[in-house]
């Protein structure tokens, strides 16, 4: 008995904690996300070269991933984020956040874009050659 009330009690805790957690509120841009030239929405400087995975990459996610978070992953207004962005730098954002992203979809939380539903065709290993392209990419762009 001692112990179901000790659940239930934590539960309800945490169901509180929850409830009272700050949110980021959600607008139509954010400082973050206000577009500049054709809509991009971040300033990508390319690296001199790429390694043979990044290459491989770059023209995967050229295939499945540009047509909403736009060339050189720079981003798209009012379509998707970049993901050349200190959000998306691998302390915050894994390799394995970009491979449940593809495979699952993902539920909005950092931008006003909505959610980004599974992408379909790609392969764990296509995605492990197009983290290879963005992480080469941030790093160019200072993101570590």
Known sequence: MKSTIAIAAILVAGGVGYAMWPTVPHTTT???AIAMEDGVLANV???DTLSQNAQIGQLAYEAK???CHGGNAAGQDGVAPPLVH???EPSHHGDE???RAAAM???GHHWPFG???PV???TRGDVTMIIAYIRELQRANGIN
């Open 30 to 32: 954010t400082d973050v």
């Open 45 to 47: 400087l390319l690296p």
């Open 65 to 67: 991933c540009a047509a």
């Open 86 to 88: 200190v959000i998306y």
């Open 97 to 99: 956040a970009f491979q």
């Open 105 to 107: 979809g993902v539920r």
């Open 115 to 117: 959610d980004m539903p």
């Open 120 to 122: 379909e065709g790609v």
